[in-house]
């Protein structure tokens, strides 16, 4: 791993990120797939993530294009990019199309925001879980929303380090 990326799942890579806030500024909850990418922001407070939407890929420069917009929108300052390791913690085939992804972010001036990989293992089956369990939801409308909850599930316990 190069040097312009944080460590993931590490309280003081937030600490690290939240630093250099600027007044107002939230942080944009990412997680990153082959076919659609969750998006979740918090509050200025940084205490509250909320679901933003599930981005349809694309092409690289219309999802970049569309991230682009939503972090001028909401004031971003950073990111938290779900990484997808595997069980065994090793990084495999999705660690590295997001590492990729991230560095072509990273390549246009308006995206090249401080971030943080945050472990996102078994966040998109928690989901899938409560969204069947608790609220008996069809595969139909899961699969629309299962990406974005995801990314709120990954900048929500990023926050939760904040307030420990």
Not at 32 to 58: M, Q, W
């Amino acid at each position: 791993m190069t040097n312009d990326y944080l460590p993931w799942y590490d309280d003081r890579s937030m600490q690290e990120l939240t630093r250099r806030r600027p007044p107002g500024g939230r942080l944009l909850g990412i997680d990153f797939g082959d076919v659609r990418i969750g998006i979740a922001c918090c509050d200025p407070a940084l205490r509250v993530a909320s679901a933003v939407e599930t981005l349809v890929r694309k092409s690289f420069a219309d999802d970049a294009a569309r991230l682009e917009r939503i972090i001028q929108e909401r004031r971003v300052f950073g990111l938290v990019v779900g990484w997808p390791l595997s069980m065994d913690g090793s990084e495999n085939p999705r660690t590295q199309a997001t590492r990729a992804f991230l560095r072509n972010l990273h390549k246009r001036s308006n995206i090249a925001l401080p971030h943080c990989l945050w472990d996102e293992r078994l966040t998109s089956s928690q989901v899938e879980k409560f969204l069947i369990d608790e609220l008996d939801m069809t595969r139909a409308k899961r699969k629309k929303i299962v990406d974005q909850m995801a990314a709120v599930v990954i900048l929500q316990s990023a926050l939760d380090t904040l307030q420990a």
